[in-house]
């Protein structure tokens, strides 16, 4: 009896230890799951902070990117404003160079000619207005007088002698100046009208008088040995000089010394007696006339 007794308690301590073993690796395994699980969860809290977070480098990454591409771009802006005004200031500078090249050329070339002007003396054939002179390389008191449409100062500068409104002019017989041919103003010459008495002259048929002595236009008399005033012949006939001997120029018996003018020549009495010509009654009566 008392082994039975005891058989069932070993039973009973068997099934109750085995019964706790069961439950204590029900809570075992309980309190493992917990910690499985709170593990689970705290690895699972940090992936997925640390994907949070990654997410939030990434984000930030990307501002962070966009960022420095915005600096980037805002750099290159500045980079190509600077460029731009770099540019424009060394425009600026290539045109200021230019203008100072420019400028360099023109005083060399001022130079130049102010040197050449400098070493060569002026002249009336260098094509400048220089000297006195009124127009290029004409008028003034050393170089040859300005032809027409030239610019003058005074009459001396033109070679038509004619200066108007301070052009040389066109020479002609009214204009009051002695040019052309004249041998005086407005007179002689081969184009102009004989000149009157006293003006200058170079030879006779420069003067109305045809008398032209130290060259000067004389007034007719009846001895200057030229046929002028009225005169028929030289120093005869006409109204005031001596009658014209035979053989001279007339116009009428008056004009000649024996009073007969036979086509326009003066003739000798003798050639006209009765036993040798039969002379025509008026002819004889003019002669009569004039014994």
């Not at 006779?204 to 008088?209: I, T, V």
Request: glycine share 6%; proline share 2%; charged share 35%.
């Amino acid at each position: 009896m008392w082994l039975t007794v005891g058989i069932l308690i070993f039973s009973l301590s068997v099934a109750l230890s085995s019964q706790a073993d069961a439950d204590s690796n029900i809570m075992d395994r309980m309190v493992n799951d917990d910690r499985q699980l709170a593990r689970f969860e705290a690895i699972h809290h940090v992936k997925k902070s640390e994907l949070d977070r990654k997410k939030e480098e990434d984000y930030e990454e990307g501002s962070s990117e966009e960022e420095d591409y915005e600096e980037e771009n805002s750099e290159e802006e500045d980079y190509e404003e600077e460029s731009s005004k770099e540019e424009d200031y060394e425009e600026e500078s290539s045109k200021e160079e230019d203008y100072e090249e420019e400028s360099s050329e023109e005083e060399d070339y001022e130079e130049e000619n102010y040197s050449g002007e400098a070493n060569l003396a002026p002249t009336c054939d260098d094509g400048v207005r220089n000297q006195d002179e009124t127009d290029d390389d004409c008028g003034g008191s050393i170089c040859p007088q300005c032809i027409d449409s030239k610019t003058c100062n005074a009459a001396s500068d033109c070679r038509a002698r004619a200066c108007v409104s301070n052009i040389c002019r066109a020479p002609t017989c009214s204009d009051n100046v002695q040019n052309q041919d004249e041998t005086d103003t407005d007179c002689g010459g081969s184009i102009c009208p004989k000149c009157a008495d006293t003006k200058t002259c170079a030879v006779g048929s420069d003067c109305l008088s045809e008398v032209c002595l130290s060259q000067i236009c004389q007034a007719p008399t009846c001895t200057d040995g030229v046929k002028n005033q009225d005169e028929t012949d030289i120093d005869c006939g006409g109204s005031r000089c001596p009658q014209c001997a035979d053989t001279q120029s007339c116009r009428a018996g008056s004009d000649c010394v024996n009073g007969v003018c036979l086509s326009n020549i003066c003739q000798g009495t003798d050639s006209f007696h009765k036993d040798k010509y039969e002379l025509h009654p008026i002819i004889r009566f003019s002669i009569h006339l004039h014994r």
